[in-house]
C-alpha cells in the first residue's frame, strides 16, 4: 500500500537540505580509477561492476576490489568473460562472497555482451528513452542482480530517475517511525516526495535548495549518497 508523503512524521525535502547543509555535496558515483582519459563505456562498466560487488560489503572494499581489476585491465565485459574463473575470483577477493559475485559479474557481463554489445548505455534502448521501470525490468531478469543493483546501476550509470533504497535509508526512515514492508514503497515514498517539490519549484533557486538544476536524476543521486553519509554516523545529525 502506498503511503503519501503528507501522511507520514518525515518531509524528505527538508530532510535533504538538513544532510546537505551537514556533509556537503557528495559527487557520487565514486569511480575507483583515476585515468581521465577511459572511455565512457568503460567507466559506465565500472559502475555496474561496483553495484555488483557492493552487495553485502562496505564500499572501501569494493574499491580495493575494483582497483585490482584495473590494474588488471579486467573493467570490460569482454574481459570479465574471457578472464579465467580462479583470477577473476583472486581480484575481487576483497570485496567478499568472491565466489558468487564472479559468476554474477560473468553472467552480467554475458548478457551486457549479447543484448547491449557491451554497452551499458544501449540498457536505454531506442534514442535512449526507456522509463527506468521498463530497464529495471531487464536488469531484474539478470541472476544476481535485484532491485537495489538495478536501481543503483539506472541511477548512477543512465542517469535515469529511480530512487535507491538501501539499509542506511530503511534505518533513516525508522528514526522518523516510518516502516514499509516492501522495497518499492521506501521507492515511491522518496519519489512521490521529490517529485512534488520538482512540481512547485522555483528553477533559479534550486541550486540552493532540495533540487539540482539539471532535474530529479542527480538529485536522486546526490540524496542516496547524502543518506549513505549519513548512515555512516549512525543518522545521529538527522533529527
Known amino acids: 500500500m502506498r503511503m503519501r508523503p503528507e501522511k507520514v512524521g518525515m518531509n524528505a525535502r527538508k530532510v535533504y537540505k538538513h544532510l546537505f547543509k551537514k556533509y556537503g555535496p557528495q559527487g557520487w558515483w565514486p569511480l575507483c580509477h583515476s585515468d581521465r582519459a577511459k572511455r565512457v563505456e568503460e567507466s ?12 553485502s560489503t562496505a564500499w572501501r572494499n569494493v574499491a580495493v576490489a575494483i582497483a585490482n581489476l584495473d590494474k588488471a585491465k579486467a573493467l570490460t565485459p569482454k574481459a570479465i568473460i574471457k578472464m579465467p574463473k580462479a583470477r577473476l575470483c583472486k581480484l575481487i577477493k576483497p570485496a567478499g562472497y568472491f565466489n558468487q559475485k564472479c559468476k554474477k559479474l560473468k553472467i552480467f557481463a554475458k548478457w551486457l555482451m549479447e543484448n547491449c554489445g557491451g554497452d551499458v548505455l544501449s540498457l536505454r534502448g531506442a534514442k535512449r528513452r526507456s522509463n527506468p521501470l521498463e530497464i529495471r525490468n531487464k536488469l531484474l531478469s539478470i541472476w544476481g542482480i535485484g532491485k537495489e543493483t538495478a536501481d543503483s546501476i539506472i541511477l548512477y550509470a543512465l542517469n535515469k530517475p529511480i530512487f535507491v533504497i538501501d539499509a542506511y535509508t530503511r534505518r533513516l526512515c525508522a ?6 514492508k516492501e ?3 521506501y521507492r515511491e515514498f522518496f519519489e512521490m516526495s521529490l517529485r512534488g517539490a520538482q512540481r512547485r519549484s522555483n528553477p533559479k533557486r534550486l541550486s540552493r535548495g532540495l533540487l539540482r538544476p539539471d532535474g530529479l536524476a542527480m538529485t536522486y543521486q546526490e540524496y542516496h549518497a547524502l543518506i549513505v553519509a549519513s548512515g555512516k554516523d549512525k543518522h545521529k545529525y538527522v533529527l
Open 175 to 180: 528514526k522518523f517511525s516510518i516502516k514499509f
Open 44 to 55: 559506465l562498466f565500472e559502475i555496474a561492476v561496483g553495484a555488483i560487488l557492493t552487495q
Open 183 to 185: 522495497y518499492d514503497e
